[in-house]
């Protein structure tokens, strides 16, 4: 909603969306490579790696309103994807990653067809009904190919100076990757198909009723967030250079929604600010707490009642009052100088 | 085949137990209680405490860890539900959700991760034409067929079961002829909890113990209520005995499939009959 005065604005100055999406690059190059010294490049990495899928766990539920615990089942078949592909066709990591996205996007298309129609608690679960399908195939069913349990390593080819297994060149990769995310989904929320899904957030029967087809743009935008969940997936498998199937573990799923309500749902940066800090809490807090699941209840349970818009939100509203109180204070200024 | 029907009952009668609460809090509060799980393997935990203490007496033992659920369910329904009437969805799934977890990790924190082994507190055979069946899996199936005539009693015959059936159908309606909604919404979701923790005491013996276990059988338990209908009484009942049995011809032929045969099942009731919740 804070977005629609901005785009106008746009449109009055006379190039202004290259600057503005340069500050932005700048902002969150400056932030990853500023906490890059004090954790490690590989941590960092796979923080990158984290925002992306939570960025699109976002695009469905921020901007669409469409809460899903089942979202992992696209990161895990974006990483069975790319993982198979360099196992049995070719070792190139850029086919293999487009690979990756296109099974997960695939499998957005086939499986929105059923899961779109649904909204609110049925939506949920049915996400987590075909997470728990995929995860058990994965498991059991494909043995012969993925091979179950213990997973199988994925060692990508050298491609130019695209070398996966040097830490620099993976973070730079990844690095390019989610500026190139979120680069496409400023554009794409700000355009009129995410003033779209935004309305379809608020009442979809009106736009129903306005006369467009909201099932067409609910089943692109779902198809849509499962290629890039599939992405962030096909990024995990070379980061860490193996797949099993606790890419798709159907308990994990609390993490993206944890990352995606702690940073603010529905803004781009709330998704990255959440994303990090839900890494540095499950990757340094249970060395300090031991019951960090219960820390996370707890901090789940006031966010749900006191701290809805999340962190990057509350920024936000408090910059956002800043600008009013200054907007405000400045004709009495005036008058009280005449 | 007789095996698999009699698993099949029993896996249908532990789910009834669990869904009837679910459908029950969903129908009346609008909200998808994810804190099932924890008054289910609370119940179950407070079994395996109660069964060192008093050896033998397993119908006692259960009664007894029914009743340690009830205050529990009560102190998550009066600070953490009753604050989420009215609110959206996603918010409801995620504040119990986070109950769930809380409760679980202490559960880790009391009793350890470790499983815990239990063996069937009968132990007897039900022997006639050749076939031994286990009493214990009979005396499940019983209870549940008890159970449901005897809710489908309390909620036609009493004025309590009335007041939630009305509100089932219209909460503003029953709010305007000045029935306090709030006090009914407590006792349905007490009575889902003990129904749950009933299920976990009834199944402990038979399946595996350990902190996740309410997960996997909540999950199918929402996959009854979606089948059966949002606070459909008897649909609940229905479709709990029809997808155990789905589980039970299923694991017959193909064991690791059971579970996934049911949510496949699910998303083909989905496709042809979407619920707008």
Known sequence: M???????????????????????????????????????????????????????????????????FGHLLFLGTGAYGSGLFIRYISGNPLLAILAGIA????????LGLIIVRTTGACFALINLAFNHIGFFLVLSPLRQITRGEDGFGVSASTLGFLNFSSRPIMFGFVLFCLLLVFYLLKRLTSSPFGIMLRSIKEDETRVRFLGYNTFLYKWLNFALAGSLAGLAGTLTALNYNYVNPNAMDVHSNVGVVFASLIGGAGTLYGALVGGVVYMVISNF??????????????????????????????ILSLWESGIKKRLLRRPTEEVANR | MIYTIV?????????????????????????????HTLTYTMGVYALITLVALFKGYFALVATLSIIVVIPISYVIERFIIRRLYGESLDYTFIATFAISLIGVDAIKWIWGVNPYPMSDPIGKYLMFWGLSLPIYRILIVMIAILLFLALNSFFKKTIVGKIVV?????????????????KYFSIVFVLGSALAALGGVLYAPISSIHPYMGLSILLLSFAVVI?????????????????????????????QGAETMVFIVMAIVLIFRPIDI
């Open chain 2, 227 to 255: 089948v059966g209908g949002m606070g459909n009484l008897n649909g609940t009942f229905l479709s709990a005995f029809s997808l155990g049995m789905v589980m039970a011809i299923t694991a017959r032929y193909w064991s």
């Open chain 1, 2 to 68: 804070n977005k629609a005065p901005a785009s106008h604005a746009n449109h009055l100055n006379a190039n202004p969306m290259k600057e503005h999406g340069f500050i932005d690059f700048l902002v969150i190059t400056g932030g990853f490579l500023l906490i890059t010294p004090i954790l490690s490049v590989h941590r960092v990495t796979d923080f990158m790696i984290f925002c992306i899928f939570v960025m699109s766990f976002d695009l469905m539920y921020g901007y669409m309103g469409r809460l899903s």
């Open chain 1, 285 to 314: 807090l249970p060395i300090y707490i031991h019951r960090w699941e219960m820390f996370l209840g707890f901090s789940l349970l006031i966010i749900t009642f006191r701290f809805r818009k999340g962190v990057w939100g509350y």
């Open chain 2, 166 to 182: 009305a509100a089932l159908e219209d909460k503003d309606g029953v709010r305007c002829l000045g029935i306090n909604v709030d």
């Open chain 1, 103 to 110: 099974v997960a996007g695939l499998l957005g298309m086939l």
């Open chain 2, 7 to 35: 698993y099949g009952f029993t896996i249908g009668a532990i789910l009834y137990f669990i869904s009837i609460g679910l459908s029950l809090t969903f129908g009346t509060m609008r909200v998808i209680n994810f804190a």
